[in-house]
């Protein structure tokens, strides 16, 4: 089995900064790329940002220059760094990503359990 774990969210006021950490843990052969996407009430989950194992990333236009994806391989971990947090901000933040188990020979997609991140104005 294959588990990803969030933390890291919590209530922050506006323009404060959070540090979202996802590990993930199982069987793992090799994770390919990873991600956060996030969800806010009635509305449908985006994409915030991603990184592939090689380390390229990619941000939604609503978070460029305010938040940073990373990745640590050996640890089977991806980070969001989150500053300039604005209200908009607030939703269920989850952690994506794409691994290969032990014995598996293709990529199935995997998700965290979610964590809630509320700005304040």
């Known amino acids: 089995q294959v588990q990803l774990v969030e933390s890291g969210g919590g209530l922050v006021q506006a323009g404060g900064s959070l540090r979202l950490s996802c590990v993930a843990s199982g069987s793992i052969d090799r994770i390919n790329d990873m991600g956060w996407y996030r969800q806010a009430p009635g509305k449908q989950r985006e994409l915030v940002a991603g990184?592939?194992?090689?380390?390229?990333?990619n941000y939604a236009d609503s978070v460029k220059g305010r938040f940073t994806i990373s990745r640590d391989n050996a640890r089977n971990t991806v980070y969001l760094q989150m500053n300039g947090l604005k209200p908009e901000d607030t939703a269920v933040y989850y952690c994506n990503a794409e691994i290969v188990r032990i014995g598996i020979h293709h990529y199935f997609n995997f998700w965290g359990q979610g964590t809630q991140v509320t700005v304040s104005t």
């Open positions: 990184i592939t194992s090689g380390g390229s990333t």
